[in-house]
């Protein structure tokens, strides 16, 4: 059983370039999201999704996006990396918005210069 | 709005010796209180929850962690420290925002545990 996955592990990005981090889950539940973590500040939420085809904005949304197509998948969009989007990031996926624990991937660290 | 507050960012204990990670938390109601843990390039990992009931909840690798209402607390402890306990640990408070239910997060507090 993979649970949450992520790829990639690592990324170094140009200013200005566009990545998708990739997200799957095989555990067939219905809510997801993305965080990203930063020394000293914990996990932010940036976007969430209660099921297919619903997405929505978490604390720090600005310069991502994402979509949620199917179940299993919740990809996050970078637009125009910027070098204040450097952190790891991880996606995590629960059976419902309600739901007390979450599960989370191994975590994409990524690093615009 | 809900917060949660690790006031150490680090706390050392030696190998045997008993180990408490602090969490505070401002909630309007009855708060919903986790502990994760975070292994060096891992993600995070769910160790318990306080939703009702008993004072003292139990969680996984023997943590447990102490609810206290009057002193808005939520510590995380462990009677005999191993250095495998070495870790990143996250406290956390379930909030409703926007229609949906949200986790906030404190900031973590590194636990070195030495042989």
């Not at chain 1, 889950?25 to 969430?48: A, K, V």
């Not at chain 1, 996006?65 to 299993?72: A, D, I, K």
């Not at chain 1, 990396?81 to 994409?108: D, I, L, M, R």
């Not at chain 2, 925002?97 to 900031?107: E, F, R, T």
Request: a neutral charge; glycine letters at 8%; one cysteine or more.
């Amino acid at each position: 059983n993979a649970g949450v996955t992520q790829t990639p592990k690592f990324q170094v990005l140009k200013t200005g370039q566009s990545m998708t981090l990739q997200c799957a889950q095989d555990m067939n539940h219905e809510y997801m999201s993305w965080y990203r973590q930063d020394p000293g500040m914990g996990l932010r939420l940036i976007h969430y999704s209660v099921g297919a085809g619903i997405t929505d904005q978490g604390e720090v949304p600005n310069g991502y996006n994402v979509s949620r197509s199917t179940t299993e998948d919740f990809p996050l969009r970078l637009l125009s990396a910027a070098p204040s989007q450097t952190s790891v990031y991880f996606c995590a996926a629960s059976p419902s918005a309600t739901s007390y624990e979450q599960y989370f991937g191994p975590g994409t660290r990524l690093t615009v210069t | 709005a809900q917060s949660v507050a690790q006031p150490e960012d680090q706390v050392n204990v030696a190998e045997g010796n008993p180990l408490t990670v602090k969490c505070t938390y401002s909630v309007s109601g009855n708060p919903y209180l986790f502990w994760y843990v975070q292994y060096p390039n891992r993600g995070l990992q769910f160790l318990l929850k306080y939703i009702t009931g008993d004072n003292l909840v139990k969680g996984s690798y023997g943590f447990e962690a102490e609810f206290n209402k009057s002193q808005t607390s939520f510590h995380l402890k462990k009677p005999s420290a191993l250095v495998s306990d070495s870790a990143l640990y996250f406290c956390a408070v379930r909030d409703y925002m926007d229609s949906n239910y949200q986790l906030i997060w404190g900031a973590g507090t590194k636990l070195i545990i030495k042989p």
